[in-house]
């Protein structure tokens, strides 16, 4: 019996109920909307042919990384549900915190702190010190880590985690379907530890460094992941690593560029090939860009204006490959899935390079 053929139906069948789960929640968003702000919001549905390209792009993603379980790319444990319990708890939470952001787009205020941080935001860049999303004290506070994995999933109807899943095949076919054993991998802006916790799963001898600028959602990535082992949990900045060259296999990132400055982007890449071993390879899980698909362009447009983005417009406008070949990474790479793209390239060696050159 062909057990890839047996599981498929019944993967697919859990993939769309989460989604479906968090579709519905998402419904809270535009009655919030109207409770707090007296509006008709902005609905999926109001361009119907938007809607469908999003929906067959979506359901595209969730067979992708259902066959991707299903030939050992990576491993099912990569879904492993949280308690019930624990997600429903979250739900009064996100409906108080949507009503606060409701409120603050509104007033158009996204530079909100709570006193506690002021001392903490002198030592930060400044493109770090505003509330992306509108949402409460930026990526400062306990309470933002613990709902944001939450709130995204709501706002991609639960692909938030297929799309971050997105790095892990580049990764294995460079290295292989291995244990990881003897490789080094640096995660850049790991936030709360979701992408963390899928490349452990595909590598489970890896050693990681995950690196972010939030002392918050690293404390709480720290819990999440505190019995995996090998993973290092770093405060800092993408853009001045604290590593010395030539000294990770990979380097690896999810949804970090789209909100960084262009001139940080740029920095962040080349601090990123100084860092990678010869021969290895950079991957960005990202936002997808403007082209990458087309019938989805006008998503994109409308993105910033209902969320606090304010270098998305410059992101989606100037391609990621182009900032991977003026670091330096060869042989790059793209694809996408639903509302993301990843990106990758080699740092190649001056022997590999000679050797092409002589093919």
């Known amino acids: 019996m062909d057990l890839s053929a047996t599981l498929r139906r019944p993967l697919l069948t859990y993939m769309h109920l989460r989604s479906a789960v968090y579709a519905v929640e998402g419904l809270l968003s535009p009655l919030i909307e109207v409770v707090v702000n007296r509006r008709r919001p902005r609905l999926p549905t109001d361009d119907k042919e938007l809607f469908k390209a999003s929906r067959a792009a979506l359901n595209e993603l969730l067979r992708t990384d259902a066959e991707n379980i299903l030939n050992g790319i990576y491993p099912i444990t990569v879904l492993k549900p949280e308690p019930v319990l624990d997600h429903l708890r979250r739900i009064p939470k996100m409906f108080k915190e949507g009503i606060a952001i409701a409120k603050r787009r509104n007033e158009k205020r996204s530079k909100v702190f709570a006193p506690e941080f002021r001392e903490v935001l002198q030592d930060l860049p400044e493109y770090y010190q505003r509330n992306f999303h509108f949402q409460g004290d930026g990526y400062l506070s306990r309470e933002s880590a613990e709902l944001y994995d939450h709130q995204v999933n709501v706002l991609f109807a639960g692909a938030a985690d297929a799309m971050r899943r997105l790095v892990l095949p580049p990764l294995v076919h460079r290295f292989g379907s291995t244990s990881g054993e003897s490789l080094r991998f640096l995660e850049i802006a790991a936030g709360a530890g979701t992408t963390t916790q899928f490349v452990r799963a595909t590598f489970p001898k890896a050693e990681i460094v995950a690196l972010d600028l939030s002392d918050a959602y690293l404390?709480?990535?720290?819990?999440?992941?505190?019995?995996?082992?090998?993973?290092?949990?770093?405060?800092?900045?993408?853009?001045?690593?604290?590593?010395?060259?030539?000294?990770?296999?990979?380097?690896?990132?999810?949804?970090?560029?789209?909100?960084?400055?262009?001139?940080?982007?740029?920095?962040?890449?080349?601090?990123?090939?100084?860092?990678?071993?010869?021969?290895?390879?950079?991957?960005?899980?990202?936002?997808?860009?403007?082209?990458?698909?087309?019938?989805?362009?006008?998503?994109?447009?409308?993105?910033?204006?209902?969320?606090?983005?304010?270098?998305?417009?410059?992101?989606?406008?100037?391609?990621?490959?182009?900032?991977?070949?003026?670091?330096?990474?060869?042989?790059?790479?793209?694809?996408?899935?639903?509302?993301?793209?990843?990106?990758?390239?080699?740092?190649?060696?001056?022997?590999?390079?000679?050797?092409?050159?002589?093919?």
Do not use: W
């Not at 400055?261 to 890449?269: A, L």
């Open 219 to 359: 404390a709480l990535a720290r819990e999440r992941l505190r019995s995996l082992g090998r993973i290092h949990f770093i405060q800092g900045k993408a853009e001045e690593l604290r590593f010395e060259a030539n000294s990770f296999d990979a380097v690896y990132s999810a949804f970090l560029f789209h909100e960084l400055p262009e001139e940080i982007r740029s920095q962040v890449i080349s601090e990123a090939f100084r860092v990678l071993k010869p021969n290895g390879r950079f991957v960005a899980v990202d936002s997808l860009q403007k082209g990458d698909r087309p019938e989805l362009d006008t998503a994109l447009e409308n993105f910033p204006r209902e969320f606090h983005e304010p270098f998305y417009k410059n992101y989606v406008n100037k391609p990621l490959e182009s900032f991977l070949r003026k670091a330096g990474l060869r042989g790059i790479k793209s694809d996408s899935g639903f509302f993301s793209k990843v990106v990758y390239g080699d740092k190649t060696s001056l022997v590999t390079d000679k050797k092409k050159a002589k093919a």
